[in-house]
Nanobody, 122 residues
Framework: QVQLVESEGGQVQAGGSLKLSCKVS????????VAWYRRAPKNERELVAA???????KYADSVKGRFTISRDDYKNLVDLQMDSLKPEDTAVYYC????????????????WGLGTSVTVSS
């Protein structure tokens, strides 16, 4: 129904920057909350940043002031600009969207990307 494809991550030196992009496509009529999550090695998945109800933004304390989430409704993109990267940011990053799908009024459902790896070296 809905496909989320994240851009390639990569290896970055500490203090560097990297931009992740998530392309949303498929049969949806509306996008609600969009977000980026991440899972570090041996850690549980955690919320990194979100745009809730297409308005309010939320960031994990660990990335606040360094990461910026944005959305482009014309291109159906959800971006995560990561600056001042730290080794602790090393993780697989996942794009998330809550989208309205289906015929008629449809339903709101959650969708996930497959993940993209980001490695920050010291």
């Amino acid at each position: 129904q809905v496909q989320l494809v994240e851009s390639e991550g990569g290896q970055v030196q500490a203090g560097g920057s990297l931009k992740l992009s998530c392309k949303v496509s498929g049969g949806f009529t509306s996008l609600g909350t969009v977000a980026w999550y991440r899972r570090a090695p041996k850690n549980e998945r955690e919320l990194v940043a979100a745009i809730i109800n297409s308005d309010a933004t939320k960031y994990a304390d660990s990335v606040k002031g360094r990461f910026t989430i944005s959305r482009d409704d014309y291109k159906n993109l959800v971006d995560l600009q990561m600056d001042s990267l730290k080794p602790e940011d090393t993780a697989v990053y996942y794009c998330f969207v809550n989208a309205r799908v289906g015929k008629g009024w449809g339903e709101w459902k959650d969708f996930w990307g497959l993940g993209t790896s980001v490695t920050v070296s010291s």
